[in-house]
Nanobody
């Protein structure tokens, strides 16, 4: 089992920045990749960024050049979000891929115009 805890969400004005952090505990040796998803009201959950243990990174087209994912160690992943837009408003979830997918509880990001 893997437990994920996110932190760092909040309210920011358009053009501002936020940094999300995710800490994993439990069977972290089983984690192959970590990433961030988001879900806006009335929309499906979508992948935002993903980083594998080998360092391969993928971003959604909508955040390329604005968001940066990092994984400083096996237990943590961060998402630096710059030049935020109102359409980035969503609940952001940390994800870990192992034998199964694990999810955090989510953290709200609200970008005001």
């Amino acid at each position: 089992q893997v437990q994920l805890v996110e932190s760092g969400g909040g309210l920011v004005q358009s053009g501002g920045s936020l940094r999300l952090s995710c800490a994993a505990s439990g069977s972290i040796f089983s984690i192959y990749a970590m990433g961030w998803y988001r879900q806006a009201p009335g929309k499906q959950r979508e992948s935002v960024a993903r980083i594998t243990s080998g360092g391969t990174i993928n971003y959604a087209d909508s955040v390329k050049g604005r968001f940066t994912i990092s994984r400083p160690n096996a237990k943590n992943t961060d998402l630096q979000m710059n030049s935020l837009k109102p359409e980035d408003t969503a609940v952001y979830y940390c994800n870990a891929e192992g034998l199964v997918d694990y999810w955090g509880q989510g953290t709200q990001v609200t970008v005001s115009s």
